[in-house]
């Protein structure tokens, strides 16, 4: 029996993920390792996590604060994490009285110390709102570990020796957001092992 054209497209959806994972370790794997020291530093100095991003990314955004702030694998002790994208009233407020570019650089402006991470997350690298909390981090002394794609868009001119770009080398936005998932499970899995040791 010959295979379905819907199980033919299956297959290549799971083939193509597969191998845009594989094809982005190289360029990816140090950046990584560079991300998770750095949230790791920031959260064992009482520092935190801010994430934001638009649609799919929003999702991510709130996926990765609520692992870090409940547990990814091991059971520990909370660590401090905030999705910029999970209050409705304060969203709509802001886009409503200023502009929707603000919405997340004025939670940043209010809730962002110096020591802190913005994990800024857009498959384009072009989201205009994530580049105003990149621009609102910097000014509250946090660092930004950009979580892109499509060799980075307009965010990789934003970004300063001290930040970390995480660019997921694809043009496909359902690939880079495969990949997205897979970086951020990385990061709970580093500073988990960072903070807590290696698993025993």
Do not use: W
Not at 28 to 56: D, F, H, Q, T
Not at 161 to 183: G, K, M, S
């Amino acid at each position: 029996m010959h295979p379905t054209l819907i199980a033919q497209r299956i297959a290549q959806q799971f083939n193509e993920s597969a191998q845009t994972k594989l094809m982005a370790l190289p360029a990816m794997a140090a950046p990584i390792e560079a991300a998770i020291r750095l949230m790791a530093n920031s959260l064992r100095a009482e520092g935190k996590v801010m994430a934001c991003g638009n649609g799919g990314s929003a999702a991510d955004s709130q996926h990765f604060a609520a692992e870090l702030l409940n547990r990814f694998e091991r059971e520990r002790a909370p660590m401090a994490a905030m999705a910029l994208t999970t209050d409705t009233s304060t969203l709509t407020s802001i886009a409503n009285d200023y502009r929707y570019e603000d919405v997340f650089a004025k939670q940043v402006r209010a809730l962002g110390r110096r020591g802190d991470v913005l994990l800024a997350i857009s498959t384009s690298g072009n989201s205009a709102n994530v580049m105003e909390a990149i621009q609102a981090a910097h000014e509250k002394g946090m660092h930004v570990v950009a979580l892109t794609g499509r060799g980075g868009g307009k965010m990789t001119a934003l970004l300063t020796q001290d930040d970390i770009h995480l660019c997921v080398p694809a043009e496909r936005t359902a690939r880079i957001q495969e990949v997205h998932l897979l970086t951020l499970h990385c990061l709970c899995d580093g500073i988990d092992t960072l903070i807590l040791g290696e698993p025993t």
